[in-house]
């Protein structure tokens, strides 16, 4: 008991907690445990080690607990050096890998080809048809080669009339009224280049005229007016042809930001929609889509953008629209699609764009008029459908355009077209079987009762004999009862002829 009394009174008076001392060194790590000083009235000191090395003094290790969540927090809170090492760098670059990579369209969505034409060397070609050329420039080079054209030849011409002038000595005779110049109030270059815009213009004010004493001034007007005519109907009709591009036209040809795939008269069919802003109308309207894909060939040859045709409805003429309200355009996926054997995870993952082209006549001016999309794989909705925007209002159609690119879900299979069909003909075969198999078991009924029927006439006819049973499936049955059958129907004969003589 006093041993115990001891033990219990002896309580520690002071406690330091475990300390955790990492070296410098690499993976030297070493945990030391301060010792437990108990009191000194118990008499003697109580001290506990792990198995470890030989600690060192306290001096080293003795700090509070606080001290080294404070330190902790200092060092956390310090801004930290980005050295990315190896490991990092490698991380870093695989991260990158494992992105998906977004496909560079082909065709963009405003319709442009995003396709750059570079070391071309026979750019020659381009001055042989100058007018094309400069139909297809932007409009701040047209304008400027518009302004070049005229005034450099009002300067060529000027020039020219200035040095006949001063050739001809009229600018040594201003003042001589008896001398006759070539041009009248031609007495600087500012006057002849005045003289040159009224004489290729034809706007001819009156104050500067040629003279007759002047052969060589006669024959410049005449090549300035040629060439002046020439100048306009050249630079006029460029002008008018960019004004009127049918490109213009396809501003307002709308296409569905998205394309949907949902199930139509019970088939996968790819659909996306197009409409025309426009009242008057775009007459002969053709639809076409093509697949751009990267496709390997059985030789091994690489052909990075092949197209590959989208039957849009050309075998029925559905390509052919009669465009006065929107339109869902419809590809029906079928053996011939090449989206055959494409599933929703498929389709999902593989990378490929569908580039829509609508052609058509513009009923205002009669030009060919050519409207382009294109819709990415990401932007194909599986499972989804165009939601209705047409209603009857009083007397008329309204349609309403704010409901163009809108979307529902709806019940779709995930399974690719091919799946769905082979399904849909394991059904078909299936009842068809179990429709056979149906038939033949009435059949069998109807034989039963049949061979029933002629047992109990042949029992009331014979005298309690038996008849032939002729049943499908029963025939070794009918072999071996033939025997007994035969001698009962030989029996039943010879009675009958007895009682009838």
Request: with cysteine; hydrophobic share 40%.
């Amino acid at each position: 008991m006093a041993l115990d009394n001891l033990a219990l009174s002896s309580r520690p008076t002071s406690l330091s907690l475990p300390e955790e001392k990492i070296g410098k060194g690499e993976g030297d790590k070493e945990v030391e445990v301060a010792a437990l000083n108990l009191s000194e009235d118990a008499g003697h000191t109580v001290t506990t080690e792990m198995s470890s090395p030989p600690t060192p003094p306290l001096a080293k290790v003795r700090r509070s607990f606080a001290n080294k969540l404070l330190e902790r927090e200092a060092t956390a809170n310090q801004p930290r050096k980005k050295t990315p090492g190896p490991e990092k760098e490698r991380r870093r670059f695989a991260w990158a890998r494992s992105r998906k990579r977004k496909r560079q369209r082909y065709v963009e969505k405003n319709g442009r080809c995003n396709v750059q034409h570079g070391n071309m060397q026979e750019t020659y070609r381009y001055l042989m048809d100058i007018f094309t050329t400069l139909v297809d420039l932007n409009w701040r080079c047209s304008l400027v080669v518009f302004v070049m054209a005229y005034a450099i030849t009002w300067l060529f011409f000027g020039a020219i009339w200035y040095l006949i002038a001063y050739l001809r000595g009229d600018l040594d005779h201003l003042e001589d009224t008896t001398w006759t110049p070539c041009v009248n109030n031609v007495n600087s270059f500012i006057s002849a280049f005045l003289f040159s815009i009224e004489t290729e213009t034809t706007i001819g004010y009156g104050h500067r005229v040629i003279t007759d004493q002047c052969p060589v001034g006669t024959i410049l007007l005449l090549l300035q007016a040629i060439l002046g005519s020439m100048v306009n109907a050249f630079m006029v009709g460029c002008m008018f042809v960019k004004i009127s591009q049918p490109n213009k036209r396809a501003e307002t040809l709308l296409f569905s930001k998205h394309a949907v795939i949902s199930r139509r008269e019970d088939k996968l069919c790819l659909m996306f929609r197009v409409g025309d802003l426009r009242k008057s109308h775009i007459v002969g309207a053709n639809m076409r889509a093509k697949l751009i894909k990267s496709k390997q060939t059985q030789e091994g040859e690489f052909i990075p953008l092949d197209q590959t045709d989208i039957s849009v409805g050309f075998e029925t003429g559905d390509d052919r629209l009669f465009l006065v309200s929107p339109l869902v355009i419809s590809h029906e996926i079928d053996s011939q699609s090449p989206f055959w054997d494409m599933s929703q995870d498929q389709w999902e993952k593989d990378d490929f764009e569908i580039v829509v082209i609508l052609e058509g006549m513009v009923e205002a001016t009669g030009m060919t008029c050519q409207a382009r999309s294109s819709y990415l794989a990401e932007e194909v909705m599986w499972g989804h459908r165009f939601s209705p925007m047409m209603s009857l209002a009083d007397g008329f159609f309204d349609i309403d355009y704010g409901a163009f690119h809108h979307t529902f879900e709806v019940d779709t299979p995930t399974c690719s077209a091919r799946d769905l069909s082979l399904a849909a003909a394991r059904l078909e075969a299936h009842l068809y079987w179990s429709i056979s198999s149906k038939l033949d078991e009435e059949a069998a009924l109807v034989n039963d009762n049949e061979s029933e029927k002629q047992l109990d006439s042949g029992s009331a006819n014979g005298k309690g004999g038996v008849a032939p049973i002729f049943i499908v499936g029963e025939i070794t049955e009918i072999q071996e009862q033939s025997g007994g059958l035969g001698e009962l129907n030989g029996s039943i004969a010879t009675d009958q002829s007895e009682s009838e003589a």
